[in-house]
């Protein structure tokens, strides 16, 4: 089975700075998708970034980037002159093989932008 | 525009009641699944649907029942075998078989004990 951990609880940046976020995950699979999916107070679960693990390349999108390392099986994502409203929970995700495409999630990270 | 609608937004439930918590999605999305979100675990897969008619036990099974007479319908029943059902629910579809597609999430269900 596969598993995902963030080991971060709670973190906290200052607006416009850069912030990291961790993710490790456990596979014996060599084709997957990762995900990460923010969720602001109003609770909806939002798309992120995603990262194809046949792909050596990090994804990015505007402000956000990930560090991927498949022999590590870490997948961080870096926020980039934060905004206010980057505040909400971040949950990592992971799909194995298979046509279920059935999602395991991290327990999150809340990360909190402060002026 | 397309979308996952949730109904109620908020549920309370009575001892020994079973309460059912509806799911609608207008995507043409052939999958379809039920997450619980409880606070420091994460969202954890209850019940998912890659056709009509047809569903699979996620990791968290217990004590609910589903079913799928529509494509775009995926109600959730919390059965009285749920002993501790107070939890955030969570909808979501997707494209069946696209693993790099995201799964598209509703605005959720607060179900909570009187």
């Known amino acids: 089975a596969q598993t995902v951990t963030q080991s971060q609880p709670e973190m906290s940046v200052q607006e416009a700075e850069t912030v990291t976020l961790s993710c490790t995950y456990d596979?014996?699979?060599?084709?997957?998708?990762l995900f990460w999916y923010k969720q602001p107070p109003s609770r909806q679960m939002i798309l992120v970034i995603r990262?194809?693990?046949?792909?050596?390349q990090n994804a990015t999108e505007n402000r956000f980037s990930v560090n991927f390392q498949k022999a590590a099986k870490s997948f961080s994502l870096k926020i980039s002159d934060s905004q206010l409203g980057d505040t909400a929970m971040y949950f990592c995700a992971f799909i194995g093989p298979g046509t279920a495409s059935k999602l395991t999630f991290g327990t999150g990270t809340r990360l909190q932008v402060t002026l | 525009d397309g979308g996952i609608t949730q109904s109620p937004k908020y549920l309370f439930r009575k001892e020994g009641q079973n309460v059912t918590l509806s799911c609608e999605q207008n995507?043409?999305?052939?999958?379809m699944y039920w997450y619980r979100q409880d606070p420091g675990q994460g969202l954890r897969l209850i019940y998912y649907s890659q056709i009509v008619n047809d569903f699979q036990k996620g990791d968290i099974a217990e004590g609910y029942s589903v079913s799928r007479e529509k494509k775009e319908s995926f109600p959730l029943t919390v059965t009285s075998a749920q002993k501790n059902p107070t939890a955030f629910y969570l909808c979501?579809?997707?494209?069946?078989?696209?693993?790099?597609?995201?799964?598209?999430f509703g605005d959720g269900t607060r179900l909570s004990i009187l």
């Open positions: 596979t014996s699979e060599s084709n997957y998708y």
């Open positions: 995507l043409n999305h052939d999958a």
């Open positions: 979501a579809s997707s494209q069946q078989g696209a693993r790099n597609q995201p799964q598209h």
């Open positions: 990262q194809e693990a046949y792909k050596q």
